[in-house]
């Protein structure tokens, strides 16, 4: 398990896998990350500070990942964060968001309001039946016009059941509507999610060469790529 990295080619960054409580939601087919979650809060703010403690501010911006959504991290570590980002003269800070909390990001934007506050949102794919019904991530999208809160989202791409035609969609569509874009491959993770390998070498021939070159995408071929990870 690594819990802290530095990101330094695209968009420059610290990264922190913080511990939370459960995600609100926790019913997503692919996900394993909510193994990490927790009840004791005591324990859950004393992993966070000593992590956090680990931030130098170096490229004044920093990423909280937690295995759910920032609403789900203790009030304590949330001012704990505000009180090292200060600190550090953090310009940019970064949250995972589920999309349920779309009417609450306001709440973090006035809570870190010496920053610049960017929020990731899981949509992993745009088309409506696969996401509820294979990955059983249960939001639907129908205006878009609402992604304009989101600042970056994460696509989910080469499991079991999808295709070219909707992987290129959503990448198209991903790019429209947000800044940046993170693009995930998936690998097995003993869910019942499983890997498609023909799409991955698909994938890794016809879309990695060009998509890579663009700065407003990440391409994670391993959930490891980030350096932090819980398994």
Do not use: H
């Amino acid at each position: 398990m690594e819990r802290y990295n530095k990101i330094t080619d695209k968009n420059q960054r610290e990264i922190l896998l913080l511990k939370s409580f459960a995600c609100s939601y926790g019913k997503c087919a692919f996900c394993n990350y909510i193994l990490d979650n927790s009840y004791n809060e005591n324990e859950i703010n004393q992993i966070n500070i000593d992590l956090l403690d680990k931030v130098t501010g170096v490229f004044g911006c920093l990423e909280i990942i937690n295995s759910a959504s920032v609403f789900e991290l203790p009030l304590k570590t949330l001012e704990y964060i505000r009180k090292i980002a200060n600190e550090k003269k953090m310009k940019t800070l970064y949250f995972e968001v589920y999309y349920s909390y779309l009417k609450r990001l306001d709440e973090i934007i006035k809570f870190f309001s010496a920053q610049e506050v960017r929020f990731k949102v899981g949509i992993e794919t745009f088309d409506n039946n696969y996401r509820t019904q294979i990955l059983k991530k249960n939001f639907i999208l129908n205006d878009y016009t609402q992604l304009s809160n989101f600042y970056s989202c994460c696509l989910l791409i080469c499991t079991k059941g999808q295709t070219r035609e909707q992987i290129s969609n959503d990448i198209e569509t991903a790019l429209k509507y947000f800044k940046e874009i993170t693009i995930n491959v998936f690998i097995n993770n003993d869910t019942e999610i499983t890997r498609d390998e023909e799409l991955v070498k698909w994938f890794l021939t016809e879309k990695y060469p060009l998509l890579i070159k663009q700065k407003n995408i990440e391409i994670l071929i391993d959930n490891k790529d980030l350096g932090v990870y819980v398994q």
